[in-house]
Nanobody, 119 residues
Framework: QVQLVESGGGLVQAGGSLRLSCAAS????????MGWFRQAPGKEREFVAR????????YYADSAKGRFTISRDNAKNTVYLRMISLHPEDTAVYYC????????????WGQGTQVTVSS
């Protein structure tokens, strides 16, 4: 059973930075894509970034380009989201997700970690 556990959220001032972690377990992930999503109060969950576990190919939402960096540590089975120059609009619950390369649906999710950016 795939398990994803996020950590690293918290309260930060505008302009600050955070690094979120997602510890993955339950199987090998060579044929998986790992992603970060976020959901702000009153809004739908939105895609932030993704990375292919094996090749390390990344893709970002426009809102994340230039400020967020997704990476993975294969030895630790952990995916990271480094966020800099945070804005109050980045306040949300951030979720780690996983899906197989050949499947369109993100079918494994973590419990989320709260990120709050104060102005």
């Amino acid at each position: 059973q795939v398990q994803l556990v996020e950590s690293g959220g918290g309260l930060v001032q505008a302009g600050g930075s955070l690094r979120l972690s997602c510890a993955a377990s339950g199987r090998t992930f060579d044929d998986y894509i790992m992603g970060w999503f976020r959901q702000a109060p009153g809004k739908e969950r939105e895609f932030v970034a993704r990375i292919s576990w094996s090749a390390g190919i990344t893709y970002y939402a426009d809102s994340a380009k230039g400020r967020f960096t997704i990476s993975r540590d294969n030895a630790k089975n952990t995916v990271y989201l480094r966020m800099i120059s945070l804005h109050p609009e980045d306040t949300a619950v951030y979720y780690c997700a996983a899906r197989r390369l050949v499947v369109a649906q993100w079918n494994f999710w973590g419990q989320g970690t709260q990120v709050t950016v104060s102005s």
